[in-house]
């Protein structure tokens, strides 16, 4: 069983759609995150969710929320995409204390 | 295609030989580190770790070093095969717990020659 899965893995619409990622991780981890690589394959976190409770927001646009129906998910939702959102987009979970930090395997988001 | 725009800095090596890649960490607060290996197309792969208290942990054919003086890190591969070109990042994690998120440094380009 895959331990962080996202989906989709490739994701192609226009500018000014919404959309949204999907993630799930079967590790019983307490903490989940959202990731933003840009083209220069610079890794950059956007979210963290524990406990249901949004820790930390990095400047990200407000278009971008992320979601937790529950503590193995964390789905993130993008409203009026714009070209610049054009990345790919990393799930990820941990243990509270940091271990164990697993990452998915991207979603690479193209806005056209 | 992905290579358009990429100034990862670059470290070629031939296969069977040792290779460093290093990384400059920013928070001297930082107590634990992790080594990611990147491949084409998938998602940041966990090598190896380590916590501020210790200087050096080894793996199978990785060693990591941490200097928390001058706060650098490095990776040590053995004997490199064609396997392990990749994108490696270097990423600490500040006190606190893992709810701040790894903070990443920029990657370094592996490539194994035959």
């Known amino acids: 069983d895959t331990a962080v899965s996202q989906t989709p893995k490739y994701l192609v619409t226009q500018m000014g759609n919404d959309k949204s990622i999907k993630c799930e991780q079967n590790l019983g981890h307490d903490t989940m995150y959202w990731y933003k690589q840009d083209s220069k394959k610079f890794l950059k976190i956007m979210f963290s969710y524990n406990n249901k409770e949004l820790i930390i927001n990095e400047t990200v646009p407000n278009r971008f929320s992320p979601k937790s129906p529950d503590k193995a998910h964390l789905n993130l939702h993008i409203n009026s995409l714009e070209l610049g959102d054009s990345a790919v987009y990393f799930c990820?979970?941990?243990?509270?204390?940091?271990?164990?930090?697993?990452f998915g395997s991207g979603t690479r988001l193209t806005v056209v | 295609g992905e290579s358009v725009g990429l100034h990862l800095p670059t470290l070629s090596v031939q296969e069977g030989d040792n290779s460093i890649i290093n990384c400059a960490y920013s928070?001297?607060?930082?107590?634990?580190f992790i080594w990611y290996k990147q491949e084409s197309g998938k998602g940041p792969q966990f090598i190896i770790d380590?916590?501020?208290?210790?200087d050096k942990r080894q793996g199978q054919r990785v060693t990591v070093l941490l200097n928390k003086t001058v706060k650098h890190l490095s990776l040590q591969i053995a004997a490199t095969q064609p396997g392990d070109s990749a994108v490696y990042f270097c990423?600490?994690?500040?006190?606190?717990?893992?709810?701040?998120?790894?903070?990443f440094g920029k990657g370094t380009h592996l490539i194994i020659q035959p």
């Open positions: 928070n001297s607060a930082s107590d634990y």
């Open positions: 990423a600490e994690n500040r006190p606190g717990g893992g709810a701040d998120g790894l903070t």
């Open positions: 990820a979970s941990s243990q509270e204390s940091g271990r164990g930090y697993t």
């Open positions: 380590i916590r501020s208290n210790m």
